[in-house]
C-alpha cells in the first residue's frame, strides 16, 4: 500500500500552508487532521499560521492605483533606444 | 471572408505608448522599481533586435509582452541560481531518526499578549511589513503574489517558470519566517 497516513511535522505544516490559501486535497486534510491528534507543537504552528493569514488579509492590499514610469525616465529612455537603434 | 489584419511595429513610439503598462506589469513581479526600469528598458532593446522576427500576428503590445515575461523568467534564473539558495533558516531536521521534525529552536512559541494585541492595529502593520521586506527576494515575490495580488498557483508557476510543489516549498518557508519574526518583533514585546 502507498498509502502513508502518517508524516513528518515538515510535510503537515506544508499541508497547513496549503490549507491557508484552501489548496489543500481531502486526502492532505486527513492527513494533517491525524497528525494534529498526536502533535501540539503543529497545533501551535497551524493556529498561528492561521493568525498570520488573518494579519495579512487585515493589512496586505493591493495598491489601487496603477504604478507609472516617470517623465524623465522615460525621457531617458527614448534616448537611449534611439541610440540603440543607430 | 475575414480580413486578416496586419499588426506593424512602431519602436519611435513604444516608450509613450507601452512603457507605464510593461512598467506596471513589472512592478508587481519583481523587487524594485529600478530593477522593474532596467527590465522594461531590455525588453525594448530586444524588441528592437527582434524586429526582423515579427510577423505581424499579435499586437505590438502582446508582442512586447511576451519579450518582457520571458525577462521576468531570466531574472528569476538568474536569482535562483546566484543567492536564492539556502538564504531562509531550515525548520525542520533534514536527515536521520528526526528528519522532518521540529528543530528545536525552532518550535513556535506560545504568544502571551495575543489577546491586548489586536491585528487591526496599525503598528502591526509596520512590523509585518519589516518582516516581509526581510524575505529573500524570490520567496517575497513569490509570497505577495499569491497573497496581495492573489494570483492562482498555476499562473505564478507559469510566470517565474516554477513547479507547483517548488511554489509550495517557498511559500511554506517564508510564512515560516513570517511567523518566526512576527514572534521575535511583535508577540514577545
Known sequence: MGLKLFISCDEATTICTKNQYKEASFLEKVKLNIHLLNCKICGLYSKQNTKLTDMCNTHLQKPDCEQKMGDADKEALKLKLKEFGK | ?189
Open chain 2, 1 to 189: 471572408m475575414s480580413e486578416v489584419i496586419k499588426h506593424t511595429l512602431d519602436p519611435s513610439k513604444w516608450v509613450d505608448a507601452h512603457s507605464d503598462y510593461l512598467f506596471n506589469y513589472t512592478i508587481t513581479r519583481v523587487d524594485s522599481q529600478e530593477l522593474a526600469k532596467d527590465i522594461v528598458q531590455e525588453t525594448f532593446f530586444s524588441g528592437l533586435k527582434a524586429m526582423k522576427n515579427f510577423r505581424g500576428q499579435a499586437a505590438e503590445r502582446t508582442w512586447l509582452i511576451s519579450i518582457l515575461k520571458r525577462k521576468i523568467i531570466d531574472h528569476y534564473r538568474k536569482i535562483n541560481s546566484a543567492r536564492g539558495k539556502a538564504e531562509v533558516k531550515v525548520n525542520f531536521y533534514e536527515e536521520g531518526d528526526k528528519k522532518g521534525s521540529w528543530l528545536e529552536e525552532r518550535v513556535p512559541q506560545q504568544w502571551g499578549n495575543e489577546a491586548e494585541k489586536n491585528i487591526e492595529n496599525t503598528e502591526l502593520k509596520g512590523t509585518l511589513d519589516n518582516c516581509i521586506q526581510n524575505l529573500p527576494e524570490k520567496y517575497r515575490t513569490v509570497f505577495l503574489l499569491k497573497n496581495v495580488q492573489q494570483y492562482e498557483t498555476e499562473e505564478i508557476c507559469n510566470e517565474l517558470g516554477i513547479t507547483a510543489s517548488n511554489l509550495w516549498v517557498i511559500i511554506h518557508r517564508a510564512r515560516h519566517q513570517l511567523r518566526k519574526c512576527m514572534e521575535d518583533n511583535w508577540f514577545a514585546k
